[in-house]
């Protein structure tokens, strides 16, 4: 099975901060990677698809990039409602499985 | 619009079967998407269990496979889950989704979402 990683685990920023997540696969996945938001008690949400493929209605502030093993999420000026869980999840092989999480947290 | 909800007992005792229904409403289940469970663990990360399509067939995550069926009612509108054996390690929230391909360049996703349902394993 393919093992997702993703980083930083949790990370604090301020309001209008540039933030940047990774994930990682342990093989290439092409650009079959997507980036889901959670926040508490809530169905997670799609932001990116195929990589860079931002969801309709998403906010243009939210851009993702990479391909075969590395991939990157970015939030370019964080909002107050962006503050929750992030998650990678790749779509090239089943068990289509996702990273860990990066909590995003109020600095 | 189209809406999934679970439904399915919140306490399971140990060794017994869980089992979860997702209905689909709002539109047909006998569409061109893979029917999908995943379940969260209290304050952790996802876990995908598997899917059905409505032909019936299925994949299942390896890691539950001995234990686990996902299956399609057409007449119903609706898939299900049921996992034997459970243990307090099966203890988490369970939801529904729809893993689609919307602008069929191969890239699947999960456009919706259950509110999912917290199941308990406990005596």
């Known amino acids: 099975d393919i093992q997702m990683t993703q980083s930083p685990p949790s990370l604090s920023a301020s309001i209008g901060d540039r933030v940047t997540i990774t994930c990682r696969a342990s093989q290439s996945i092409n650009t079959y990677l997507n980036w889901y938001q959670q926040k508490p008690g809530k169905a997670p949400k799609v932001l990116i698809y195929g990589a860079s493929s931002l969801q309709s209605g998403v906010p243009s502030r939210f851009s993702g990039s990479g391909s075969g093993t590395d991939f990157t999420l970015t939030i370019s000026s964080l909002q107050p409602e962006d503050f929750a869980t992030y998650y990678c999840?790749?779509?090239?092989?089943?068990?289509?499985?996702f990273g860990g999480g990066t909590k995003v947290e109020i600095k | 619009q189209v809406q999934l909800q679970e439904s399915g007992p919140g306490l399971v005792k140990p060794s017994q079967t869980l089992s979860l229904t997702c209905t689909v409403s709002g539109g047909s289940i006998s569409s061109d998407y893979y029917w999908t469970w995943i379940r969260q663990h209290p304050g952790k990360g996802l876990e995908w269990i598997g899917y059905?399509?409505?032909?019936?067939?299925?994949y299942y995550n390896p890691s539950l496979k001995s234990r686990l069926s996902i299956s399609v009612d057409t007449s119903k509108n609706q898939f299900s889950l049921k996992l034997s054996s459970v243990t307090a390690a099966d203890t988490a929230v369970y939801y529904c989704?729809?893993?689609?391909?919307?602008?069929?360049?191969?890239?699947?996703?999960?456009?919706?979402w259950g509110q999912g349902t917290l199941v308990t394993v406990s005596s």
């Open positions: 059905v399509y409505y032909s019936g067939s299925t």
């Open positions: 989704a729809r893993d689609a391909d919307h602008d069929y360049s191969g890239n699947f996703f999960f456009d919706l």
């Open positions: 999840q790749q779509t090239y092989y089943a068990p289509r499985a």
